[in-house]
């Protein structure tokens, strides 16, 4: 059984840093591309970065201040994110994509296995 669990969200003051983690198991996590969600209340959940299984990453929006990456011995997703802005603060998602290696890819429908999220927040 697929499993995807998130956390390492909290408060933080604006810019301060943040490293989330996605701790996955019930599939072969090397095969395949991985993404970062969020949602802020009442929004859409957007991407925020996703990787493929290959390693290669690919960033939507603010890329400079964040860092995604894989630990494929460890089956985790991470997410570094620097400088943080009141603008950040929303649920986290990780994400698996719905078919083996594939690319990066920002479309909530190319994944098909979610965490549960983990909230992020940012005080001024």
């Known amino acids: 059984q697929e499993q995807l669990v998130e956390s390492g969200g909290g408060l933080v003051q604006a810019g301060g840093s943040l490293r989330l983690s996605c701790s996955t198991s019930g599939f072969t996590f090397s095969n395949y591309a991985m993404g970062w969600f969020r949602q802020a209340p009442g929004k859409e959940r957007q991407a925020v970065a996703s990787?493929?299984?290959?390693?290669?990453p690919e960033y939507y929006g603010d890329s400079g201040r964040l860092t995604i990456s894989r630990d494929n011995d460890r089956n985790t997703l991470y997410l570094q994110m620097n400088r943080m802005e009141p603008g950040d603060t929303a649920v986290y998602y990780c994400?698996?994509?719905?078919?083996?290696?594939?690319?990066?890819?920002?479309?909530?429908?190319?994944?098909?296995?979610w965490g549960q999220g983990t909230q992020v927040t940012v005080s001024q």
């Open positions: 990787i493929a299984w290959t390693g290669v």
């Open positions: 994400a698996r994509a719905n078919r083996r290696f594939g690319g990066p890819s920002p479309k909530v429908v190319d994944y098909n296995y």
